[in-house]
Nanobody, 119 residues
């Protein structure tokens, strides 16, 4: 069972930056997908940035150019660098991983970390 530990959420003024971290309990090579999702209050959970087993990173249109997904294989940690944050980025952010073969929904979710952007 994969375990995900998130950190880095908080409150920031619009235009500011935050970096979220997600430490994974297994080697990245055992995963077929890894990424960040968010859930804005009253809305469904949506993908923010995710990378599949073929190495291509997908970004949601709303964050493209502002958020960057990166990883440290040795530390088994994935980062989401968020810049030029907007109040509409306020949400609970979840790290998610997939071990099952092929593409599809994540198998494992982190507990979530709150990001609040105030104007």
């Amino acid at each position: 069972q994969v375990e995900l530990t998130e950190s880095g959420g908080g409150e920031v003024q619009a235009g500011g930056s935050l970096r979220l971290s997600c430490t994974v309990s297994v080697d990245f090579r055992r995963l077929t997908g890894l990424g960040w999702y968010r859930q804005i209050s009253g809305k469904e959970r949506e993908v923010v940035a995710a990378k599949g087993h073929i190495g291509i990173t997908h970004y949601a249109g709303a964050v493209k150019g502002r958020f960057t997904l990166s990883g440290d294989d040795a530390e088994r940690t994935m980062y989401l660098q968020m810049t030029d944050l907007k109040p509409e980025d306020t949400a609970m952010y979840f790290c998610a991983a997939r071990q099952s073969i092929g593409t599809g929904a994540p198998d494992t979710w982190g507990q979530g970390t709150q990001v609040t952007v105030f104007s």
